[in-house]
């Protein structure tokens, strides 16, 4: 019996000898301990987006390129322009008027030495056009051309909205039309800086995209919400950037003005907010619709401008036009999870019964 039980008591201390060698092999290295604190997990990472809506800062359209206004301001604005990147202006003059016309161009001169892009012409004025003053109003856009081509014009207009300004008897819309293509082929020849273009009034869309725009670059128009006489939503003014874009495509045409209302900001509505929401809303279509490219009316006035007379911005100012792309978010830098462990690890032994 004394030999079985030490024969017994050398089994069990053999069993807990090798018990303790398992458990101590099962004891992670302080060493790898330290790798595993290292180790980035494979798994795909989560790019967390933490930029509030609405805190990024707001950017300007592209196609927001500037604006129809005056030679008057050249002057004192250009720099504001193109610091917020708006880098044409357009002007035309009345043909019989040499004064404005000669100084249009020193406008132009001044406005290249400063970088900005001149979309420069003549136009009637609101001088009835008849067919006996119509080879002057010729003879002044191909003067005009002559000019343009040797001072650096950008793009030039051969009229603006000449359809309003004739006779209706010896000058029709169709004839007026084919005299315009005509002097636009004459034109091309003529001037090679850039488009040579025209702006037709908004009623005469259809008939121009009947005719074709001939040997003209591009057919813009100006295109309000509202007017004198008209209550608001009268006028289809999406109708009519959609048939510009129907009849030309979108590299064959652009608003050379656009704005709520081309009788004044507060026939519109008194409310600056109002007017600022009514800016973003053409904007929106504008873009959506394709077209590239559009000139805000106007720069400074109590009617229209986007300054006022004492100084003063108009809330479309910032609200608008410098607020007129899609609000982009940053995102911040991949980051993956990493494993963490404590320097020591207690092992509980499993116990068995």
């Keep these: 019996m004394r030999y079985i039980a030490i024969i017994i008591l050398l089994v069990l201390c053999l ?44 950017q300007k359209w592209s196609g927001l390129t500037g604006f129809t206004t005056s030679y008057v301001y050249i002057e004192n604005y250009v720099d504001t322009w193109l610091a917020n990147g708006f880098t044409e202006w357009r002007d035309l003059r009345n043909y019989t008027n040499t004064t404005q016309v000669n100084a249009s161009k020193a406008a132009v001169i001044a406005g290249n030495a400063k970088g900005l892009k001149c979309i420069w012409g003549v136009s009637s004025g609101g001088t009835t056009i008849t067919s006996t003053n119509w080879p002057n109003f ?11 081509q040797a001072n650096g014009v950008y793009e030039f207009q ?27 082929t004459d034109v091309k020849a003529i001037f090679t800086n850039g488009n040579v273009s025209y702006s037709c009034g908004r009623s005469f869309i259809s008939n121009w995209a009947t005719a074709g725009k001939g040997d003209l670059d591009i057919l813009a128009s100006n295109i309000y919400i509202m007017g004198e006489g008209h209550p608001l939503g009268d006028i289809d003014w999406e109708g009519e950037i959609d048939s510009l874009i129907t009849a ?30 009514a800016v973003t809303e053409m904007l929106d279509y504008i873009k959506a619709s394709g077209m590239t490219r559009a000139l805000y009316y106007e720069w400074e006035g109590d009617d229209f401008g986007v300054v006022k007379d004492d100084g003063t911005y ?40």
Aim: overall charge negative; glycine content about 4%.
């Design 314 to 353: 108009r809330l479309l100012w910032n609200q608008a036009l410098l607020n007129s792309e899609s609000v982009k978010f940053a995102t911040v830098p991949t980051k993956t999870a990493t494993i963490s462990l404590p320097n020591t690890i207690a092992l509980i032994p499993r116990i068995t019964r």
């Design 158 to 184: 051969i009229g603006n909205e000449e359809e309003w300004h004739i006779d209706e008897t010896t000058m029709t819309v169709a004839k007026l039309i084919t005299n315009l293509k005509s002097v636009a």
């Design 248 to 277: 030309f495509g979108v590299n064959g045409t652009y608003l050379s003005e656009f704005a709520p209302s081309y009788t004044s900001l507060e026939y519109y509505s008194t409310d600056e907010a109002v007017q600022a929401a």
């Design 138 to 148: 010729r003879a002044a856009i191909l003067s005009a051309a002559t000019w343009a």
């Design 15 to 58: 069993t807990l000898l090798l018990l303790a060698g398992s458990v101590e092999n099962t004891v992670i290295p302080e060493t790898t301990i330290g790798n595993l604190e290292n180790q980035e997990n494979t798994e795909e990472p989560i790019i967390v987006d933490t930029e509030e809506p609405g805190t990024a800062n707001p």
